[in-house]
């Protein structure tokens, strides 16, 4: 069974940098995609980036520009670097891959203060 544990999030101000982890533990021998979520208080969980085994990467538009995704240790780590955070950034941040496992990691929190 695959774990997923996230990392690095904090309170920041509005303009500044943090670098959220993701570490994948178990059979990952199946998994192509990771991605990386989150969800703000009161509102549904939204995909954010996601990166592929070959490294190819994808980001919606409210992150764009301003986030980069990487994955190390044979997939078994996965890092989102955001830069100008907002404090529309508020969130809780997930990993999981793509198609989704059913077991979701306990998140990392991001606030971020104007």
């Known amino acids: 069974q695959v774990q997923l544990v996230e990392s690095g999030g904090g309170l920041v101000q509005a303009g500044g940098s943090l670098r959220l982890s993701c570490r994948v533990s178990g059979s990952t021998s199946r998994i192509n995609v990771m991605a990386w979520y989150r969800q703000a208080p009161g509102k549904q969980r939204e995909w954010v980036a996601s990166?592929?085994?070959?490294?190819?990467?994808d980001y919606a538009d409210s992150v764009k520009g301003r986030c980069i995704v990487a994955r190390a240790n044979a997939g078994k780590t996965v890092y989102l670097q955001m830069n100008s955070l907002k404090p529309e950034d508020t969130a809780v941040y997930y990993c999981n891959a793509i198609p989704n496992l059913a077991n979701w990691g306990q998140g990392t929190q991001v606030t971020v203060s104007s």
């Open positions: 990166i592929s085994e070959d490294h190819f990467t």
